[in-house]
C-alpha cells in the first residue's frame, strides 16, 4: 500500500535531521519539494540522489489530482517544506487531506519546526500557548490582534525581518508597552539571537539595528506573566 512521509527538514543546520528522515528520502520514488534548489542543497550534502518534484502554494492545485493518481498506483513519496515540518505555515495541508479522503495512508516524521525551541527558551509558560503563525497583512489584522490580547496562553507568531519593527509596534498598542516578548531570529543558525524584555525594550532593540535577516519567531506572554511582573 502506498504511503505519503511527512518529512521535517533542519530549519538551519543541516545536522537537524533524523536518520529516519534521510533512510525515508532515500527509499521513496519521489520528493515533493517546496523548492527544489532548496531541497536539492540538502540532498547533495547527504548524497541523496533521488527524483524532485515542485509542490508549493502557487502550483498545489494543479499538480494535486497527478501526484494522487501516482499515490494510488502504489508509489511511496515523501513531501518536504523548504525548512522545519510540512504543512506549519508551509504547503501540505491540502495534499494530506486529500490523501486521506482517498485511503491513502499518510505518516508524520517527527523532526525540526521552528516554534518549538523559541517557546521552551523563552521561559513562558509551556502548558498553554496559542500557535497563531503569519498575521493576516492587512485585512484582519487589527480585529486578529484584539482577539489575541483577549487569550490567556502564551502566544506564538513568525515574522519576516522587514515587518518585524512594525509588528512589534502594533503589539505594543494591543499587548501593551511591558508585556513580557521573546524574539528569535536565525534559529540553530551560527549567528542565532534570543532577545528578551518587555515589547518597549526588544521594539527598541530592533529600531536599532541597522538591517535584519533571518526567519523569525515572536513569542509574547501572556496578561497573568505581565501582572507578575508589575
Known amino acids: 500500500m502506498s504511503k505519503l512521509y511527512l518529512v521535517p ?13 534521510i533512510r525515508i528520502l532515500k527509499e521513496v520514488s519521489l520528493i515533493l519539494a517546496e523548492d527544489t534548489r532548496t531541497t536539492g542543497n540538502l540532498l547533495k ?8 518534484q515542485a509542490f508549493h502554494i502557487h502550483n498545489e492545485h494543479q499538480v494535486l489530482a497527478g501526484i494522487l493518481e501516482r499515490l ?21 495541508f491540502l495534499l494530506v487531506r486529500e490523501c486521506l479522503k482517498n485511503g491513502i495512508e499518510v505518516e508524520s516524521l517527527p523532526g525540526a519546526t521552528a516554534f518549538v525551541p523559541a517557546l521552551v527558551q523563552s521561559g513562558f509558560p509551556t502548558d498553554r500557548f496559542f500557535f497563531e503563525g503569519f498575521l493576516p497583512h492587512k485585512k484582519g489584522r487589527q480585529t486578529r490582534l484584539k482577539e489575541l490580547a ?9 515574522e519576516s525581518p522587514h515587518r518585524l519593527v512594525k509588528t512589534l509596534e502594533q503589539f505594543s498598542e494591543f499587548f501593551g508597552l511591558e508585556t513580557p516578548i521573546s524574539v528569535s531570529r ?16 526588544v521594539t527598541e532593540y530592533f529600531k536599532s539595528k541597522p538591517a535584519i535577516k533571518g526567519e523569525i519567531v515572536i513569542v509574547v ?6 501582572n507578575q511582573q508589575s
Open 150 to 158: 483577549a487569550m490567556p496562553y502564551t502566544l506564538i507568531f513568525y
Open 9 to 21: 527538514t533542519p530549519i538551519g543546520n543541516l545536522e537537524d535531521i533524523t536518520l529516519r528522515g
Open 221 to 226: 506572554g501572556n496578561t497573568e506573566i505581565k
Open 45 to 52: 550534502h547527504y548524497e541523496i540522489k533521488n527524483r524532485l
Open 72 to 92: 494510488a498506483t502504489g508509489e511511496d513519496m515523501a513531501l518536504v517544506s523548504d525548512a522545519g515540518t510540512p504543512a506549519i505555515s508551509d504547503p501540505g
Open 186 to 201: 536565525e534559529l540553530t543558525k551560527i549567528h542565532e539571537e534570543n532577545i528578551r524584555g518587555s515589547i518597549a525594550e
